[in-house]
């Protein structure tokens, strides 16, 4: 048995019942083979997939508060701290039902991955809970929020851990915890991002994996002789991810005609009207159906079904495993021919294997989605320098970033002789950042 098959089994094996953590150490450890059987003996006597698979960290935390009707409520509370061999960890917090440590566990090591392909000095972690902001009151995701930073307090700091938000944490959720981490620790500093802009907040970090995914998404397409300009889009998802993707694609040209919800989707055959999707989705926290109540040419579909409708171009932003291969056949039967990836993990594997055997253009999560963090990490940057960036310049620095990003996993692939396999090239890429660090510090 190859060291790559023996870590994936030892995974298995030790961590029962993460079937999110599996899919995404296969998916990654599949895509590193190459590398890791030319360097076999010497990462084996490291040990070094061992340690690469298994968090640094894993913090649970009882949180306890108060609902509005004076009841005592418990939830579950975690940060998985994976890996911090190119700097503190980094990685959002996600309020949501769903949220376990095997989720965590599998973002926290996707995010290490991502991280070191942004190039920036940031490590991996991801933390959050199992409460549902949905139809809570200010006060009730206030109340929350305080008893979980009460706890996370102690183990984040600004060159420790640098916590974001993610599903379930927008600015709202970011000012309670950031309010409550100053007042337990007396300090102002950077230990959270996405904060608000009049307290240390940078520019373009609302829109920043949405732009960051159409800027890689344009830049591929670009390699491989295509243009934006012109293609129809569907995306997934109706949140902070999709709605500033939507708002990019449209500013270069592309006509986007769909959105969801958990609940179902809208489609819109003249285009999305993004001044509609705003109001509902960030001032009213309304459902994505509204949309067809406001607008006569849309229509609305319980359900799923999305990947059903006709497009060039899809873009998966809302959640894990969302696109499977049933999906994914329906979209190159309908002529889809670039897939790139808002969410984390939203395709399953035997989707992306179906993208890469098809010929499908095809940009992982992990490379398409790290606008986010990116631009986190120069708000970090930001926060150590005292200094507020404009608009323009964050956002260049973030095209920047995300056209590197490509250039890497484009190169890697290259190298080890799967040309157009940008899911092996980005593994490749952000592993070998991550393992050149590890090996130069020693057995930590």
């Not at 298994?54 to 935390?61: G, V």
């Not at 490590?123 to 009151?137: C, E, L, Q, V």
């Not at 609305?300 to 060039?312: P, R, S």
């Not at 291969?325 to 039967?333: G, I, N």
């Amino acid at each position: 048995m190859s060291y790559v098959d023996e870590i994936y089994a030892k995974v298995v094996e030790q961590n029962p019942g993460e079937a999110e953590f599996h899919q995404a150490v296969k998916e990654v450890l599949d895509s590193l083979k190459l590398v890791i059987d030319a360097n076999e003996e010497k990462y084996r006597k490291m040990a070094l997939l061992e340690r690469m698979v298994e968090p640094e960290r894993i913090i649970s935390f009882r949180v306890p508060w108060v609902d509005d009707n004076g009841q005592v409520q418990v939830n579950k509370g975690y940060r998985v701290q994976f890996n911090s061999a190119i700097g503190p960890y980094k990685g959002g917090l996600r309020l949501h039902p769903s949220v376990n440590q095997g989720i965590l566990k599998f973002l926290g090591f996707e995010q290490v991955f991502k991280n070191s392909l942004t190039g920036l000095p940031i490590g991996g972690g991801k933390g959050g809970s199992n409460f549902d902001p949905k139809g809570k009151s200010d006060r009730e995701v206030m109340a929350f929020c305080q008893s979980f930073m009460t706890e996370l307090s102690k183990y984040i700091g600004a060159d420790q851990d640098v916590p974001a938000g993610d599903i379930g944490v927008g600015a709202r959720e970011i000012g309670f915890l950031y309010g409550q981490y100053k007042r337990l620790t007396g300090l102002y500093e950077g230990v959270l991002t996405g904060k608000g802009l009049n307290y240390g907040g940078s520019l373009v970090r609302t829109q920043a994996t949405g732009y960051g995914l159409v800027y890689i998404l344009d830049e591929m397409l670009k390699k491989n002789g295509k243009e934006l300009a012109g293609k129809t889009v569907v995306i997934s998802g109706s949140g902070n991810v999709a709605i500033y993707a939507t708002e990019k694609a449209q500013q270069l040209g592309a006509k986007v005609v769909a959105l969801s919800d958990s609940n179902g989707y809208i489609y819109d055959k003249d285009g999305i009207k993004l001044d509609v999707v705003k109001e509902i989705k960030e001032v009213r926290r309304g459902r994505i159906k509204e949309y067809a109540d406001a607008v006569a040419s849309a229509v609305y579909t319980e359900g799923k079904g999305i990947w059903n409708v006709a497009c060039d171009i899809a873009l998966p932003c809302a959640t894990q495993n969302e696109l499977n291969l049933d999906d994914a056949k329906a979209l190159k039967a309908n002529g889809c021919f670039a897939v790139a990836e808002g969410a984390n993990m939203p395709s399953t594997r035997e989707a992306t294997d179906f993208f890469l055997e098809s010929g499908m253009l095809f940009m992982p999560g992990k490379a398409a989605n790290a606008g986010g963090v990116a631009t986190s990490a120069l708000e970090m940057s930001q926060n150590s320098q005292r200094l507020s960036w404009t608009f323009e310049e964050v956002d260049a620095k973030l095209k920047d970033i995300m056209v590197n990003i490509f250039a890497k996993a484009d190169d890697a692939a290259k190298r080890y002789g799967v040309a157009g396999n940008y899911v092996a090239g980005a593994n490749i890429a952000g592993f070998e950042k991550v393992v050149d660090a590890m090996m130069a510090q020693g057995i930590v």
